[in-house]
T-cell receptor
Framework: DAGVIQSPRHEVTEMGQEVTLRCKPI?????LFWYRQTMMRGLELLIY????????DSGMPEDRFSAKMPNASFSTLKIQPSEPRDSAVYFC???????????FGPGTRLTVL | AQSVAQPEDQVNVAEGNPLTVKCTYS??????LFWYVQYPNRGLQFLLK????DNLVKGSYGFEAEFNKSQTSFHLKKPSALVSDSALYFC???????????WGAGTKLIIKP
């Protein structure tokens, strides 16, 4: 298996622009997580999907952030409009069972100028 | 509430010496504990987990961790450190919600030749 795939690996954009991050989880995994990692706040869970359904979005910072999972093999995290404070590394992870080990993608490094 | 603490921001070890990265936890119920490693510009990689059974858990890259219920600790260990072990290490515990992992702040491990 190729593992969790994320694209793009790097994104540089200007404040106010829309940003879309993409994730393909490991085939057969029914749980998907979006995280944000910064030096100041460490690793933060943004949203959790189970069987394509959003279960917990309490970590989504504000309405500018939205996430979808239209099918078992694809998820997006969208920021609209983006702001400089959104600059971070965004990780997608998937797991086979709730509470089990999570497998992380390589991350998307987002820079908002 | 479930929580995990990594008391050391950084650990320095000479190559060939044993290493320990500390983790303590607080949970209600039986703990599910995990260790992950993050190399620069990479996603987190699963190293090992404890759910039940033998208190000494063996994982990837020669790492092991010892579960100590009385001290509520789950320290990561390796008998002989390699320079290539230099990375950021995260301890995590399964949260009360079952699907969520509660993450430590991370410990930077530096192995000097």
């Amino acid at each position: 298996d190729a593992g969790v795939i994320q694209s793009p690996r790097h994104e540089v954009t200007e404040m106010g622009q829309e940003v879309t991050l993409r994730c393909k989880p490991i085939s057969g995994h029914n749980s998907l997580f979006w995280y944000r990692q910064t030096m100041m706040r460490g690793l933060e869970l943004l949203i959790y999907f189970n069987n394509n359904v959003p279960i917990d979005d309490s970590g989504m910072p504000e309405d500018r952030f939205s996430a979808k999972m239209p099918n078992a093999s694809f998820s997006t995290l969208k920021i609209q409009p983006s702001e400089p404070r959104d600059s971070a590394v965004y990780f997608c992870a998937s797991s086979l069972v709730d509470g089990g080990e999570q497998f992380f993608g390589p991350g998307t490094r987002l820079t908002v100028l | 509430a479930q929580s995990v603490a990594q008391p050391e921001d950084q650990v320095n070890v000479a190559e060939g010496n044993p290493l320990t990265v500390k983790c303590t936890y607080s949970v209600s119920g039986n703990p599910y504990l995990f260790w992950y490693v993050q190399y620069p510009n990479r996603g987190l990689q699963f190293l090992l987990k404890y759910i039940t059974g033998d208190n000494l858990v063996k994982g990837s890259y020669g790492f092991e961790a010892e579960f100590n219920k009385s001290q509520t600790s789950f320290h990561l260990k390796k008998p002989s450190a390699l320079v290539s072990d230099s990375a950021l290490y995260f301890c995590a515990v399964r949260g009360a919600s079952n699907y969520q992992l509660i993450w430590g702040a991370g410990t930077k491990l530096i192995i000097k030749p």
